[in-house]
């Protein structure tokens, strides 16, 4: 059975923790006519931490994964078992942008963070074994979005890179440009703390005394998928 490093499902699991946090507060705002401002202030902090450490970690598991199989398989099958698992990802986004155009009025989700996760599993390969140039580059990434948010294009085909038109509005978008930097960082990260699939510095395991957090993390897709459809249920149902 593969290790699994406890730190990291915790982790993932106050992500979830805060997205669900986030994502009650937006359904709210959205179906309801409680006013919240998550835009600006803690509710946006809660929103965006949530997102930062789910694809950071995409980076650093990716490393992990990458070391286990590095050995035993050939380029091309390293190559194709990425290629299937970020298509798989990238296919739930696409159910999710066939959801909500078929059942929200406006905010259809063309690019989320399923979109991204699964096209950057893809194109994550020519990065896996490299460590100091990624943290260079995953900056460099992260500024240039922050530049592109400035743009706009008279096209929706570059969505995916940053650049939107002008009256683009979507519900949930993660495009390459500011966060494949993001992921590129936590793969420096993994490939610094966890070289080889091992943890490099030694911790205390306190793992019986998170097993919820960690619990919670082993499950996050599973979670991520079913937690908005049950709080609209609810907030349909009680409110």
């Known amino acids: 059975m593969k290790e699994r490093f406890y730190e990291i499902d915790a982790l993932r699991g106050i992500a979830i923790i805060l997205m669900i946090s986030y994502h ?19 509710f946006w902090f809660i929103g965006r931490a949530s997102a930062s450490i789910f694809i950071f970690l ?15 398989y050939k380029k091309t099958e390293i190559i194709n ?10 296919s739930l986004g ?31 390969y020519p990065f896996l074994r490299l460590k100091n140039i990624n943290l260079l580059l995953g900056s460099a990434i992260i500024v240039t979005g922050f530049y592109l948010k400035t743009l706009t294009m008279n096209t929706p085909y570059l969505i995916f890179l940053g650049l939107r038109p002008e009256s683009f509005y979507t519900l949930d978008y993660f495009p390459l440009f500011p966060w494949l930097g993001t992921v590129l960082i936590g793969i420096y990260f993994g490939n610094t703390f966890y070289p080889n699939g091992k943890r490099k510095i ?14 919670l993390g082993k499950k996050s897709l599973i979670i991520y998928l ?10 349909y149902v009680l409110l």
């Open 81 to 90: 078992k990425y290629f299937i698992r970020g298509a798989n990802i990238f």
């Open 226 to 235: 079913i937690h908005q459809p049950l709080l609209i249920f609810l907030i």
């Open 94 to 124: 696409l159910l999710i942008t066939a959801m909500t155009y078929l059942f929200l009025d406006r905010g259809t989700i063309y690019f989320g963070i399923l979109h991204f996760i699964g096209l950057s599993i893809i194109i994550a």
């Open 202 to 215: 030694k911790i205390p395991d306190i793992q019986k005394y998170i097993r919820p957090l960690t619990n």
């Open 24 to 42: 009650t507060l937006y359904d709210l705002y959205y179906f309801t006519s409680i006013n919240v401002n998550l835009w600006s202030g803690t």
């Open 58 to 72: 995409v980076g650093v598991s990716l490393t992990i994964s990458f070391s286990r199989i590095k050995d035993r």
